[in-house]
């Protein structure tokens, strides 16, 4: 077998064409619409440049950076627990303290000994739904197991029923740890999703965001062999060297990240094209997208998402 | 904070309580009914011990090992090209050679250079979906957004349209790579479902089978940096020592893995122990399961599915 056909088979395996110029005004023939050709023909104004004061950013051992966008409307005074463990470095030296396969990665206080400061709010309410009508919405034309209907609000992926909205535990969406009582998550301790969307959660924890930068590095942490993943060996966590929100770093230093608009014309032919897949790997488009598969692209992160 | 109220709080985090042993005939007040609990309380008829025919058992450099169950019935001719090769030892020497996060983990020849044996069918048809009512199936009774409905079949998770039915790409299932041409599926590249499940690839990829054991040693391992998650430098491959049928390893050393028959009563009563949960950790049951929320637990795999 010679690498060129070698070459061409194994990207064939991935399902994802590299990305083509759409054809313009010019007369030649009509390309696929793929995902990736629909992202290269996207103007600026499509793409949302993240503001520094939505970013968490967490330094770990061993020199990974975590980006977070923080999503404020969903459960917005434990984002204010969040800002504020954030903006007094609460969280500098703390640990990733848990790994559970096809489950979550957690970081907080693995022994929980560090006091949390005077402004916290130890036991927030439950904010883990709220009410439909005062968020913008943009729905996917597809249906959902678990709600009415599902889209995207400010970015993130979100259900709706009986005009109550909540936030979606997609992969790499950070939820806030809590006790038993729907009323002890500080935001003390958070996980984000690392395998198949854990949708029985939706609702029943409140949401801090979405990592937009670094998931890839949660995501290949060894699992913990404790119960519930915990590393069963304080010496296999993870350190967490510094947490910040990106308004806290020096302007030049600040990650620079964008995600596309799920309001632009962009996003719509986008999930069109993931939708009904026209690259020639295909042999039989879906016709239907489920919302996790639908998560906003992000770029300025490594890599233009799929 | 104390360290019980601190474990508690953990505890608490992962959405799992302790197996409880179900009341039965006695007057004690009914506890929860638990995924856990009805798992506990299973007799021993509701788990098919797997077949050593059935398993490919891939041992990793480090002393990892992976083991599949093949799923025959859905693309025969493919199951008997991977059967031959395990049977020839062809992947003995080979290795990992890509990793995308969020998406797949792929083995096989990363040079494309050893030659196939000569029973392999090199270019077999696309067997991507089959008749419907060839296949038992035990349907879920929720919705999904990609077929008229899902569920599963041999232990594996299908969907089903029109009269057809065909395997779906949750975590931890496998695929077969091929090539822009559907028939180019040897079944010399194999890949698996890290992340979210990759809907858009059901019916367009034979499918090989499901990890039943070490799918965490594969969902771990470093994200390939170079195009589509192929590492870029050779030695970061991870080589497979060898990769064999069960029923060629000496009996002793055969896996032992147990699997929960999806036409039992305790698969009905866990998958709704799962949409309507009990467990004290819930303030609101989602009253519903996705197919890949629903894969049938395995134990004698280090731990009870969840």
């Known amino acids: 077998m010679i690498p060129h056909l070698h070459r061409a088979r194994l990207a064939g395996v991935v399902a994802i064409a590299a990305a083509l110029a759409c054809s313009n005004a010019s007369g030649a023939p009509a390309k696929p619409v793929t995902p990736a050709s629909v992202l290269a023909a996207a103007p600026d104004a499509d793409w949302r440049t993240l503001d520094p004061h939505d970013l968490l950013v967490i330094d770990l051992a061993g020199g990974g950076r975590v980006v977070i966008e923080l999503a404020d409307a969903f459960a917005p005074l434990h984002l204010r627990n969040i800002r504020a463990l954030a903006a007094a470095r609460w969280f500098d030296g703390l640990a990733v303290e848990r790994v559970q396969d096809d489950y979550v990665v957690q970081w907080g206080d693995p022994d929980g000994k560090k006091p949390l400061p005077e402004s916290i709010e130890k036991a927030p309410p439950p904010e883990y739904d709220r009410a439909a ?93 404790a119960e519930l993943g915990f590393y069963a060996d304080p010496k296999e966590r993870l350190p967490i060297v510094r947490a910040r929100l990106g308004d806290d770093m020096p302007a030049a230093e600040r990650p620079r990240i964008q995600m596309l608009r799920e309001t632009s014309p962009t996003f719509a032919a986008w999930v069109r094209a993931k939708a009904h897949r026209e690259d020639s790997f295909f042999v039989r488009p879906a016709n239907a997208l489920d919302v996790c598969n639908a998560m906003p692209p992000i770029r300025g992160a490594g890599r233009v998402g799929m």
Chains 1, 2 share one sequence.
């Open 133 to 225: 009508a005062a968020l913008p919405f943009t729905p996917l034309p597809y249906p959902d197991p678990y709600a009415t209907r599902v889209g995207f609000s400010g970015g993130f992926p979100v259900a709706e029923a009986a005009g109550r909205a909540w936030p979606i535990h997609c992969y790499g969406m950070v939820g806030i740890g809590r006790d038993l009582n729907p009323n002890t998550g500080s935001g003390a301790e958070l996980y984000a999703v690392i395998g198949t969307p854990p949708r029985a959660l939706d609702r029943n924890l409140a949401m801090a965001g979405r990592v937009v930068r670094g998931m890839e590095l949660l995501a290949a942490l060894p699992r913990g062999t």
